[in-house]
């Protein structure tokens, strides 16, 4: 048993950050629900599943908040409906690709963590001050990676605008198109239900687009939690990419990240005015490069 559960961690460990949140988020999803199971083939009350989900969600009362801080962090993992988990790990996975992509595992889970305590603290924030839902405040509490997961979706289309995307019954899409109207939905849709959940993104997607904008002038607001990890993240060199005996700037990263996508711009604006054939050899390595594919 205890060989087995070493092999476990040490394969967690050497995991990519993208694979240990969908990891942890459907590990806890799956253990809520196989106690909801026995629970019910034994032929017990709720009372314990109930108990559980009340104190890993996040209560919108500060008077509940303060006896479960914890609540804060564990919000962000905790499903309990399956189209909810699916629809979430589905966009994590595509977006935090991406991301992961142009600025790197660490930026990857801090930007998540980060962008779903922003969100929690915009869901508090509104529930206490707005007189709109003085009458849920006692009785509402937030779950599910939402928030995280449109922080890393707002930040990578702050990133790269113009990234386009295939979207299934819509075709060709600009990353850019995708968050505006995803923020959009979000806002109209908070006096429809889960206003909580709704105000929740829109808290995460600010938190994406401020972090990379200050990305840009050089302000990495996500160091701090980096440096919360430090003893660990430094054990794992691919973290970290080193030249000449001193690490890349997280500036540099952006940089290369906008000018690929300058030049992929660059290569499609000329596939529409004079066709693939007039691609230069260089230009169609950069275009298949874009996407996925080797030009060999």
């Not at 962008?115 to 529930?127: N, S």
């Amino acid at each position: 048993m205890r060989s087995s559960l070493d092999n476990i961690k040490s394969k967690f460990g050497a995991a990519t950050s993208l694979y240990r949140l969908l990891i942890v988020n459907i590990g806890l999803f799956l253990a809520l629900m196989i106690l909801r199971t026995f629970l019910f083939i034994l032929g017990s009350d709720f009372v314990i599943f109930d108990f559980l989900v009340e104190k890993l969600s996040m209560p919108a009362s500060f008077s509940q908040l303060i006896f479960q801080p914890w609540s804060v962090v564990t919000y962000m993992f905790l499903h309990i409906d399956f189209m909810h988990i699916l629809f979430n790990m589905l966009i994590l996975y595509w977006t935090g690709s991406l991301f992961s992509e142009y600025l790197g595992n660490e930026k990857l889970w801090t930007t998540y963590v980060l962008g779903a305590i922003t969100g929690g603290l915009a869901y508090l924030i509104m529930f206490n001050l707005s007189p709109a839902f003085s009458h849920q405040i006692n009785h509402s509490h937030l779950m599910g990676a939402s928030a995280g997961v449109i922080a890393v979706m707002v930040g990578i289309a702050t990133l790269l605008p113009d990234y386009t995307v295939q979207l299934i019954l819509i075709g060709p899409v600009k990353l850019k198109y995708v968050a505006l109207v995803s923020i959009l939905i979000y806002f109209i849709s908070i006096p429809l239900g889960n206003a909580g959940g709704q105000i929740a993104h829109l808290g995460g997607a600010l938190f994406g687009y401020i972090m990379i904008k200050q990305l840009k002038k050089g302000n990495d607001i996500t160091s701090w939690l980096s440096n919360l990890f430090k003893k660990r993240s430094s054990r794992k060199s691919k973290m970290t990419v080193v030249r000449s005996g001193k690490p890349i700037p997280d500036t540099v990263y952006v940089e290369a990240a906008i000018s690929k996508q300058e030049a992929i711009d660059k290569v499609l604006d000329k596939i529409n005015k004079s066709g693939f054939d007039s691609l230069s050899k260089e230009e169609k390595e950069i275009l298949y490069n874009a996407s996925g594919k080797s030009n060999k």
